[in-house]
């Protein structure tokens, strides 16, 4: 379970969900965490934000798991934030080998009636902050001749949806970013490739601003409701994955197994991808 061993990985939205899971998991593999997430006291269109208890909670599980641990608090739409935690990162541990480009937020609005504080929202964190990540992890990758690198698009960057078009165009970015990116990276010993998961019962599907949108005749939805409204999300059959299901991917393309697989994208997505 060493095969991370000395290794640093940066991972954004690590305070809770799929990046929790990534760090937790790299931590009992060898590895040296940094944590990037905003933990910001504010309301951002009805989605349930993640707290700095939520990080600390993050901080002590990599502990736990034998990993030193820095989180940092930093929006991943600010570039010079990013870059700060980065010279931070170095400073405490030298390099970063690894970057899983995680940070996401949801918003569920028909494209008439998405606000342009919306798309600035979703399109600033899901894919600005993906470039953002990018351009600040890589000079110190490209000097060190290594790096992998993850990005997190999602079913949705494959395909449309109702209510969902500033968070689809967000993903389809992300998979041109990451195929852009592999080749402009690829002769410096770095991989970058993109994940595609399919419904994930994280905090950003716990939402009840989005489930309140799409049924206001339902008070309070329970299980069953919720599990309605997917369907009529995504027009899919839902199978619920489990965060654990997405770090084996990322464990994948950040091990030395595939260090020449490069610029692809991975869903995993319950077979969600047999429509695309
Ligand atoms: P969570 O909401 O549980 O975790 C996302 C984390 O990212 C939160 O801690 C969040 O903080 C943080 N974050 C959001 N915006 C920023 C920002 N601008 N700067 C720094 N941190 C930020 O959701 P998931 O773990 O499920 O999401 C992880 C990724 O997976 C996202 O990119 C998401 O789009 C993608 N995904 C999720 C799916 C799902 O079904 N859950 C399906 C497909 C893809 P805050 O609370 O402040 O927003």
Request: hydrophobic letters at 45%; one cysteine or more; a negative charge.
């Amino acid at each position: 379970m060493d095969d991370f061993k000395g290794r640093v990985a940066l991972i954004t939205g690590g305070a809770r969900g799929q990046g929790r899971s990534h760090a937790v998991a790299y931590a009992e593999r060898g590895a040296d965490v940094v944590l990037v997430d905003r933990c910001e006291d504010r309301d951002v269109i009805g989605h349930p934000m993640a707290t700095k208890e939520d990080l600390a909670e993050t901080v002590r599980l990599v502990e736990a798991a034998g990993g030193r641990c820095l989180a940092t608090v930093a929006d991943v739409a600010d570039r010079a934030a990013l870059d700060e935690v980065v010279a931070r990162a170095t400073a405490e541990f030298g390099r970063i080998d690894i970057a899983v480009a995680n940070a996401g937020v949801s918003a569920a609005a028909p494209v008439q009636s998405t606000s342009t504080a919306m798309w600035d929202e979703v399109v600033g964190t899901n894919l600005t902050g993906v470039f953002n990540t990018l351009g600040a992890v890589s000079p110190g990758m490209i000097e060190r001749g290594y790096g992998r690198i993850v990005t997190i698009s999602s079913m949705l960057g494959r395909m449309g949806n109702t209510n969902m078009a500033a968070y689809c165009a967000s993903k389809w970015g992300v998979i041109g970013l990451t195929k852009s990116a592999a080749l402009d990276l690829a002769g410096h010993g770095i991989t970058v490739n993109a994940i595609a998961p399919g419904n994930i019962a994280t905090g950003m599907l716990h939402n009840d601003a989005l489930y309140r949108h799409l049924r206001p005749d339902l008070e309070n939805p329970g299980p069953d409701d919720i599990e309605d409204i997917m369907r009529g999300l995504h027009a899919q059959p839902v199978a619920w994955l489990d965060p654990a299901e997405i770090t084996r991917a990322v464990l994948f393309f950040t091990a030395e197994a595939a260090a020449h697989v490069s610029g692809t994208v991975l869903p995993v997505d319950a077979g969600n991808a047999a429509r695309v």
